[in-house]
């Protein structure tokens, strides 16, 4: 079985538990995978819905999401990710989804500006903001916009570079770093990111803590495991009978900011303070 089907098998099996759940016993889980393929994910819902499954989830994906809510009006559905679900069509309110869908926000989209504010304390002498994104994503417009407005209210420029697979960003970051000065960069994309960042000196503020546990600079967003044992709770209230029309939307109450300081002695970057003092965790 691959490794992320093990890891997503054993974190929904521990949600569903909580809610006495028992994978084999009293419920079944069945996994689709698009593999990055996100034009199969209407037939994939389809199946699922053909199965008749009691409930469909789609962690970590708003295409997956969009994608589900599209084919049922009728099938629950609890997503987790990471911009407004409103503007996604996919609930009519955060306090009352009114539709067949919830789940949970974790605000990578809204944290945009926090991110460039924390790269401007990183490098006060920057003249320019680079960021990083996927164009296949759901949510890129939303991102870029947020972007644009935060980095015009920091008074500085920012240039939107564009990958969404691993050539285009071995081809980015090839580009960028041809440029002189390249002071700052928020990236949304993982694996070899880090590496890419770590060559080539550059700093950098992730979405999660994922990618500074694996060698990145510095994260700071929501707990994306703690988002995802939320929306396993969901499921296991929709599963005894709750409608996610009467659930809402659930929101994060705090962000965690984790450093690592092995990345940025190596990088030569000097902390602030203010960021050390503030830090949820800091890696040495």
């Not at 054993?10 to 084999?24: F, I």
């Not at 309110?93 to 926090?114: D, I, K, Y």
């Amino acid at each position: 079985m691959h490794h992320r089907k093990s890891q997503s098998r054993l974190r929904w099996g521990t949600c569903l538990g909580e809610a006495g759940y028992v994978e084999g016993q009293n419920v079944a889980i069945e996994f689709r995978w698009a593999a990055g393929q996100d034009d199969r994910l209407p037939d994939l819902a389809a199946d699922l819905i053909r199965r008749r499954v009691a409930v469909i989830t789609t962690p970590g994906s708003t295409p997956a999401s969009l994608a589900a809510k599209a084919s049922t009006i009728t099938i629950p559905i609890v997503f987790a990710i990471g911009t407004d679900p409103v503007a996604m069509g996919l609930v009519a309110s955060l306090n009352r989804p009114g539709g067949n869908a919830t789940g949970v926000n974790f605000q990578t989209v809204e944290l945009v500006a926090r991110h460039l504010g924390m790269l401007r304390e990183l490098a006060p002498g920057a003249n320019r903001f680079v960021a990083l994104v996927n164009p296949n994503s759901a949510f890129t417009d939303a991102v870029v916009k947020g972007l644009q407005a935060s980095a015009s209210a920091l008074g500085l420029p920012i240039e939107i570079l564009r990958a969404g697979t691993g050539r285009e960003i071995d081809a980015a970051f090839a580009n960028l770093v041809q440029k002189p000065g390249p002071d700052a960069v928020f990236v949304s994309r993982r694996a070899q990111i880090v590496t890419l960042a770590a060559r080539h000196a550059l700093p950098t503020v992730y979405p999660a803590r994922e990618f500074a546990e694996t060698g990145g600079l510095m994260s700071y967003g929501t707990n994306i495991s703690d988002a995802f044992r939320q929306a396993g709770v969901y499921v296991g209230r929709v599963l005894k009978g709750e409608k996610p029309a009467d659930l809402p939307v659930l929101q994060p109450t705090k962000f965690e900011l984790v450093v690592n300081l092995n990345t940025a002695r190596a990088l030569g970057i000097a902390i602030p303070n203010t960021l050390l003092a503030t830090a949820d965790e800091v890696i040495e």
